[in-house]
């Protein structure tokens, strides 16, 4: 999968995004539409209105990763309405979204950080 997420934020595009855009359609769509900053180390991921097959766009080094899945049947548990353009989810959320489940599991153990000692 994905080298490397769990350190950096994953934005999802509410709703529907005109796929046939490729990078610099979704790159103008993060900073025009969500008001975030393309060239960050953020992955910004898009679904198509169908949720058959999605775009993760990601800013590495001196040029942009564009990452693509289409399903062969059944449809991704992407959120269709929130009060932001986007919302933000961690990389835990993303794997469950990519594997057809839905981002709130009742039955997943909760994450748990290591305690610091003093």
Same mark, same amino acid.
């Given at each position: 999968?994905?080298?490397?997420?769990?350190?950096?934020?994953?934005?999802?595009?509410?709703? &529907?995004?005109?796929?046939?855009?490729?990078?610099?359609?979704?790159?103008?769509?993060?900073? +025009?539409?969500?008001?975030?900053?393309?060239?960050?180390?953020?992955?910004?991921?898009?679904?198509?209105?169908?949720?058959?097959?999605?775009?993760?766009? *990601?800013?590495?080094?001196?040029?942009?990763?564009?990452? &693509?899945? *289409?399903?062969?049947?059944? *449809?991704?548990?992407?959120?269709?309405?929130?009060?932001?353009?986007?919302?933000?989810?961690?990389?835990? +959320?993303?794997?469950?979204?990519?594997?057809?489940?839905?981002?709130?599991? +009742?039955? &997943?153990?909760?994450?748990?950080?290591? +305690?610091? &000692?003093?």
């Amino acid at each position: 999968m994905l080298s490397g997420v769990g350190s950096e934020r994953v934005y999802l595009a509410v709703g &529907a995004t005109d796929l046939r855009k490729s990078f610099d359609g979704l790159a103008a769509n993060v900073q +025009e539409c969500f008001e975030l900053d393309p060239f960050s180390a953020d992955l910004f991921v898009f679904c198509n209105k169908a949720r058959d097959r999605l775009k993760i766009l *990601r800013w590495q080094h001196n040029g942009f990763w564009l990452y &693509a899945r *289409r399903l062969d049947s059944g *449809r991704f548990g992407w959120p269709q309405y929130a009060e932001a353009d986007a919302i933000e989810v961690g990389g835990r +959320e993303l794997g469950w979204l990519l594997d057809g489940l839905s981002l709130q599991q +009742e039955k &997943a153990h909760k994450k748990v950080l290591p +305690e610091v &000692a003093i």
